[in-house]
């Protein structure tokens, strides 16, 4: 199959006569240099980092289900909960030596933060060299919603929120009151502040609408598409949304009002 | 009928440009939107001003020249038409509308509302073909191809490459365009020896140009010929299958 670098369009414009060069104005094409190494080629292109951001996306899809439904042992006391924050640590023992395997995840985690960010950012960068001039008029969108136009910025609330959140509950620092080794009574401390809790709730609602756009677009991305399963694609996205959005709110909504309590 | 035109006017590729009214009164909803910058030009000529620059050949939707961004929308509110096939009987009388060039780096402005689609060309010199001997048709049924198959490529054949799925697209991508250009030869017997090399190559080239898709859908709403965006996801499938193929053993470049 031919090369691009083998078309010829040297001519498009010197040379040519002044109807042609302008009928031609887009000129040759950028050369662009491509890695050799395929994975770098691969990762190269919109197409791969987006097959980057799929899969990593449902990693963490995985990752913010878990962590909802080990949370929600919120309610049945602090027993449970700090039972179960135990036994994160505990996991794969014997076989593994005692918070190996919950470092394995972490370093996971982090993995498919980073690459989720750093394709995230990349592809904005392509998207808007793609247009440098915006339409003058105001677009009228039919299918793009509020979701799907607002990753970038519910992306960054939730990346910020993410780091609140370490702050405030595991490394202790954006909460007074944090005690090491105590988790049940340090999110309650933590919840029963009304900023914070107001911040754990819009930081849910942002991580609800990328989660509705992001479980759709994955599959289309990874190339799920059947038409079998398309509409389930759609219901698949806003259910885990909406799942995610109760049952996270559910937590610092309880607590600071006052019907969850030490 | 009437209508206010604010029509983007620009001299040239490099020259400011800036939006124009212009009263149209007692048009006839008959007419198709072309027809109406047709009215526009012939006033404009007639006090001597210079006439809007727009693409346009065919008139009935199937050469993709015509392109105007329509009140916010590539090929205006109604679906499935291209703008030579809007009537305006479809717009509401009195209404102000905005009609804008495509913008897209990919599609640089030649003059007024036209620009140039040679991007889409390269797209297609890179690997929107079949390398095949030419000559004389081949016997009908030679190459058996099921009907459904037939259809489905159909279906993206049907792509005119007017460009309205980079207008639309929030990144202005190219990708439902690339998607149609590949899946018309994918889905048949003919397009199977280079199917993979043909995907790189498509992915490449069309990411010199335009930006990338991120799933939001407004192409297959614009698309006067409602490709739909499954055919994207054939695109991104082939193109991870394409790195996992040992094209070696199916005689395929790279
Ligand atoms: S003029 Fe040919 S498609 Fe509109």
């Given at each position: 199959m031919t090369h691009t670098q083998e078309v010829s369009t040297a001519d498009h414009r010197g040379g040519a006569d002044d109807a042609d060069r302008l009928a031609r104005y887009t000129g040759p094409p950028i050369p662009v240099r491509r890695p050799r190494h395929p994975v770098l080629r691969f990762w190269s292109t919109a197409v791969g980092k987006k097959w980057v951001m799929?899969?990593?996306?449902?990693?963490?899809?995985?990752?913010?289900?878990?962590?909802?439904?080990?949370?929600?042992?919120?309610?049945?006391?602090?027993?449970?909960?700090?039972?179960?924050?135990?036994?994160?640590?505990?996991?794969?023992?014997?076989a593994l030596p005692r918070t190996v395997l919950l470092w394995g995840m972490r370093l996971g985690l982090i993995a498919a933060f980073g690459l989720h960010i750093v394709a995230a950012a990349q592809l904005t960068r392509i998207n808007h060299k793609a247009r440098p001039v915006q339409y003058q008029s105001h677009r009228d969108y039919v299918?793009?919603?509020?979701?799907?136009?607002?990753?970038?910025?519910?992306?960054?609330?939730?990346?910020?929120?993410?780091?609140f959140h370490l702050a405030d509950l595991t490394w202790g620092n954006a909460n007074p009151d944090f005690v090491p080794g105590d988790p049940y009574d340090n999110v309650i401390a933590s919840?029963?502040?009304?900023?914070?809790?107001?911040?754990?709730?819009?930081?849910?609602?942002?991580?609800?609408?990328h989660i509705f756009h992001g479980a759709w677009s994955m599959f289309q991305s990874l190339g799920w598409n059947n038409p079998r399963w398309n509409a389930v694609r759609r219901y698949f996205a806003a259910t885990f949304a909406a799942v995610i959005a109760i049952g996270n709110i559910s937590m610092p909504l309880l607590v600071v009002t006052g019907v969850v309590t030490k | 009928?009437?209508?206010?035109?604010?029509?983007?006017?620009?001299?040239?590729?490099?020259?400011?440009?800036?939006?124009?009214?212009?009263?149209?009164?007692?048009?006839?909803?008959?007419?198709?939107?072309?027809?109406?910058?047709?009215v526009l030009n012939e006033q404009l000529e007639g006090r001597g001003e210079e006439p809007v620059a727009f693409d346009h050949d065919c008139r009935e939707g199937i050469c993709g020249s015509c392109a105007m961004m329509i009140g916010g929308r590539a090929?205006?509110?109604?679906?499935?038409?291209?703008?030579?096939?809007?009537?305006?009987?479809?717009?509401?009388?009195?209404?102000t509308i905005a009609v804008e060039p495509w913008r897209a780096a990919g599609f640089p402005i030649i003059k007024d509302l036209a620009v140039d689609r040679a991007a889409f060309d390269r797209i297609v010199e890179a690997g929107g073909y079949i390398?095949?001997?030419?000559?004389?048709?081949r016997d009908a049924n030679e190459i058996l191809v099921p009907k459904e198959a037939a259809d489905a490529a159909m279906d993206a054949a049907a792509c005119i490459g007017c460009g309205a799925c980079v207008a639309a697209c929030p990144n202005g991508a190219a990708q439902l365009f690339t998607a149609a250009k590949y899946s018309?030869?994918?889905?048949?017997?003919?397009?199977?020896?280079?199917?993979?090399?043909?995907?790189?190559?498509?992915?490449?080239e069309t990411e010199r140009w335009f930006g990338s898709c991120t799933n939001h859908g407004e192409c297959e709403k614009a698309c006067p010929k409602?490709?739909?965006?499954?055919?994207?996801?054939?695109?991104n499938r082939d193109y991870v299958k394409a790195q996992l193929k040992n094209r070696a053993l199916t005689g395929q470049k790279r």
């Open positions: 799929a899969l990593s996306g449902l990693a963490l899809l995985g990752f913010v289900l878990a962590h909802m439904v080990g949370n929600l042992k919120l309610y049945l006391g602090e027993s449970h909960f700090n039972e179960y924050a135990e036994w994160l640590r505990d996991l794969g023992e014997p299918a793009a919603n509020f979701a799907s136009r607002t990753m970038r910025w519910t992306g960054v609330i939730v990346a910020l929120f993410v780091l919840f029963q502040r009304v900023p914070v809790a107001i911040i754990y709730i819009v930081a849910n609602l942002a991580l609800a609408f | 009928m009437d209508l206010n035109l604010k029509v983007w006017r620009q001299a040239g590729p490099d020259a400011p440009g800036r939006f124009e009214t212009y009263a149209m009164r007692g048009v006839s909803e008959d007419m198709s939107f072309l027809e109406l910058f047709d090929h205006g509110p109604e679906t499935g038409t291209a703008t030579c096939q809007l009537h305006l009987r479809k717009l509401v009388d009195g209404d390398t095949a001997p030419t000559g004389s048709a018309h030869l994918s889905l048949l017997p003919q397009g199977q020896p280079e199917r993979y090399t043909r995907v790189v190559a498509l992915v490449e409602e490709i739909s965006i499954d055919f994207i996801a054939l695109l």
